[in-house]
């Protein structure tokens, strides 16, 4: 399997709240992020904090396949942390942390720390690696354009930073 870590930053300016209400509520994300294909909800979790909960996610980037996985809510504490543990194509964990700052604006931190399990790309993994890195670039500045129209930001009020292998 082929270990990837990746960390974005998504800067809103909106109030903490929203930011975070517009990222728990994944079964939206179609409607805004242009590059989710698909959420479903497998299992509903714990009322309220939604703990265990565990939701189907389907990624299309610029590349000429789709990703599936499931993400089981393992951290939910409002408006600061989500988190949840992966399954299927990509196995591992995601942590959303978000802190404000002066100003009004609202980072959004996103740790992605996975592993792929598809053959082929676990394969090519050594050559591909830059790739496989530019589309997910492409996945979370789509998310971070998208939540950007959703909290009703102007050009200019968002920004987002990605860095990470």
């Known amino acids: 399997m082929a270990d990837y870590s990746f960390v974005t930053i998504w800067r809103h300016h ?7 209400d517009a ?6 994300w179609p409607e805004w992020w242009s590059t989710v294909a698909a ?25 000429p396949y789709t990703l ?20 299927g194509e990509l196995e591992g964990t995601g942590v959303w942390t978000l802190t404000e700052e002066a100003g009004g604006i609202t ?18 993994a050594p050559l591909a690696r830059p790739i496989f890195k530019a589309n997910h670039d492409l996945v979370m500045r789509a ?8 909290l009703g930001g102007v050009s200019g009020s968002c920004a987002w930073l990605s860095d990470g292998s």
């Open 14 to 20: 909106a109030p903490i709240e929203a930011v975070y």
């Open 23 to 28: 990222i728990a509520d994944s079964l939206h």
């Open 39 to 63: 959420v479903e909800e497998v299992s509903p979790g714990e009322p309220n904090a939604g703990l265990g909960g565990v939701r189907r996610y389907t990624f299309k980037g610029s590349l």
């Open 68 to 87: 599936s996985f499931d993400l089981r809510v393992t951290n939910n504490v409002r408006p600061r942390t989500l988190a949840g543990s992966a399954s």
């Open 107 to 124: 980072v959004a931190r996103y740790d992605w720390n996975v592993r792929t399990t598809r053959w082929w790309m676990n394969v090519f």
């Open 143 to 150: 998310g971070a354009a998208g939540l950007c129209t959703r």
